[in-house]
């Protein structure tokens, strides 16, 4: 049993995938191990951005950068940003003794929930690279470990609807399970996360507490309001720790829960600022710094729960995708910006 | 009312003081401020070194450097560094509206523990500056916010000492808040906040559990058994993954509560790894990254809460220095470390 794959590491020895320079796609499936047919990679971000400069904006010489970096590393992780991405594929086998062996059946779409940066992975062939969703399509095949993260792709919504809420789904499970009846919760960003933030409140509140939503931009707030998700918006650009703290206080004081969805630095002090002592904050932005969250908290006295947004929780998946399911008007707004 | 000192901000306007480039310490007392005669600085190490090497080694235009940045920004924020310290000193008045009017009485010495870097403060005099200690005695005046900290410096333990356990008062109250009976508890850091965790840890769990100390060092494994703080001590280097992982489920397998008090980068990994599926990992150390811990967690499917470990928790003060006070042992540790 190896749920964590060190046996793949090819170098150096003895780092966990994630850290290692080169895997080794090419063993024998693991009696605990999954292998997938892979369709396509989702890039990350910046990766994509780094590659396509790097190739000029020429797709095909991407594809080509890309099936060199697999071929070096036996993993997508771009060498010099040091981030993967997702990939989508079809169950191909299933080790017996994977967690998922009496629930995932050979054929079944799948993306996988874990970064490509700990996928071994070898490409057979670049099909097509796509620029506008950076996706690249591949024939290929993947392993993914017992403690890697995947969801079934559901077969009632477009992919690309599916693949932005899978995305963010940690958020709205988190949320769910910090969230009491009657709160007061405070989403600072209005995007996709914060969305489905807002969605899974609402429904834990069952119609108690109140949900405000704050954000840079007008418009990001009025496609939630419209939703009828938010009982409050307010355009305020949280970098600003004197303003927010001015805006909660007409907005009838500290917040039960906040949950920081902002997709810009320098918010975590508005997030302390926020919250009731007693109360908590969960930091979902990758732009968190962990230092000005702990001393903001100190530097003001607040005693608040300050969580790490866990991009895990069980059950995740189905219920992000759940909640696009029952809210139409949601669901509605993600086929408006993903489908495009 | 102005619990925020907002008003004691110079420039730029509506910046919360510690973002402040220039704070004004001379408007006339508030309300609900406090005023300190300020004895000494103890300046941040990082910025103390900056210090040092701009000055070459002189303590005398070290004092001048000090007294010169205070003069300019109203605080004592080193500008290179952007870190501040905390002071000494005795109580001048107090503020009919502060939080600790009823409590305080002028003339009290007390220890400020927020940052000197949101601390409006006047230099009148520079006494003495000792660099073994990185400390600046100085006749002065600051105020204290009514969010601001503070602590009253003990009468029966050395200064030192005492200044030692407030420096990291807040990791054992928050470990006294999320330690269960019966918990199997990991410290990874043996140094003085992973001792005062320790020391918390063996009085919550009153005999039942486990504690278990991780570091690097040998030495500060063996004084912490020595005290019989621990039950187990694994020398180890937690920024490797893998032999973490070896040595956990040696030592009995995955644990409730994991508190990181490493004093090094790079040991979120094996906090996560070490940590049970609904267990908790309560991160202390300011060299935490945000994104390892939730990447991390992620990326090996691993339910667990993680924690930003605030600086405050109502009381943490006098929990710290009551551990010493009612372990011997320990505050003999403490002694030895801290009173050379």
Redesign the interface.
Known sequence: MD??G?RRVASPK???P??ADVLDPALPLGEDELSVDVEALNIDSASFRQLEAATGGDPAALGAAVARIVRERGKMQNPVTGSGGMLIGRVREVGPRHPAFEDLQPGERIST???LT?TPLVIDEVIGVHPEVERVDVRGRAIVFA???WARLPTDMPERVALAALDVC?APALVARHTRPGDRVLVIGAGKAGALVCAQAHQSLGGSGEIVAIDRSEAALSSLSEIGLVDRTIVLDAT????T?QKVEQAGGFFDLVVNCASVPGTE?SSV?AVRDGGTVI?FS?A????A??????????????????????GHADLALDLLRKNRRLRALFESKYLR
């Open positions: 749920p964590y060190l003895g780092v966990l994630q850290r929930l874990v970064s700990l403690t890697g993260l940690g600003r720790g004197t303003e703290l002090m600022l930091f990758m968190t710094s962990f230092t969250a702990a001393l903001g908290a100190e530097g003001v006295g607040k005693d608040a729960t300050l969580l790490i947004g866990n991009g895990y929780v069980p």
